[in-house]
């Protein structure tokens, strides 16, 4: 599952620090937004999800946000670790049929 | 935890070749999806799956294209004659029902030679 790409947009970090990734979505009609994590070799993992009714949803460690008047999506991580060293997809989706439409990514480097 | 398995992880196949794809998604999973990702770009939709039949593909899901739920626990992609630009990853995916999230399987990588 490798998403590397010269072009990938690239967010380095502290360990221990917090981390943004921001996403801007284009389909104002998206009935849910996720993050998915994918780390090399390997396929997207599912970190969270948030409805279009929704502004905030948190998780452990991570919050998403969600302003529907600009169209962008964040994700916050809190005091990063190594192992969230990955490459970070937001994806939206409508609830009839399912599909769902990936941003281009971006890649987290967490420093030790 | 339950998870999506795929086979093989890896399939070097020749121009011009068939390939099936294959993957078990999590058992009592509704929906099944195959995505693909060609190396340095974003993973793209290719084909849903509920009820026996397609629910919706995209653009790419073209005639060289198919899929099949051949019994009761596996789902399967078919390239019916692979060209040099279908190399990518694939990635089988499944969900319980609409809008709920999509788990992914680890991807077969495809490489035409």
């Known amino acids: 599952g490798e998403s590397v790409g010269l072009h990938l947009p690239t967010l380095s970090v502290q360990e221990g620090d917090n981390s943004i990734i921001n996403c801007a979505y284009s389909n104002s009609a998206s009935d849910y937004f996720i993050w998915y994590k994918q780390e090399s070799g390997k396929g997207p993992q599912f970190i969270i999800d948030i409805r279009s009714n929704m502004d905030k949803r948190q998780g452990q460690r991570v919050t998403v946000l969600l302003n529907k008047t600009v169209k962008h999506l964040s994700l916050q991580i809190a005091a990063t670790q190594p192992g969230d060293s990955a490459v970070y997809f937001c994806a939206e989706g409508k609830a009839a049929g399912n599909k769902l439409t990936f941003g281009g990514g971006t890649r987290v480097l967490v420093k030790p | 935890e339950p998870e999506v398995t795929q086979t093989p992880s890896h399939q070097v196949t020749q121009m011009g070749q068939e390939v099936i794809l294959r993957c078990v998604p999590i058992?009592?999973?509704?929906?099944f999806y195959w995505y693909r990702q060609i190396l340095g770009q974003k993973v793209e939709f290719l084909v849903s799956?509920?009820?026996?039949?397609?629910?919706?593909k995209s653009e790419i899901f073209d005639d060289q294209f198919s899929v099949e739920r051949p019994d009761g626990s596996n789902f399967t992609l078919k390239i019916r004659s692979t060209k040099l630009e279908d190399s990518a990853m694939y990635f089988c995916a499944s969900s319980e029902g609409e809008g709920r999230e999509a788990f992914f399987g680890q991807g077969t990588r495809l490489t035409v030679v």
């Open positions: 799956f509920y009820n026996n039949e397609i629910s919706e």
């Open positions: 058992s009592n999973h509704l929906y």
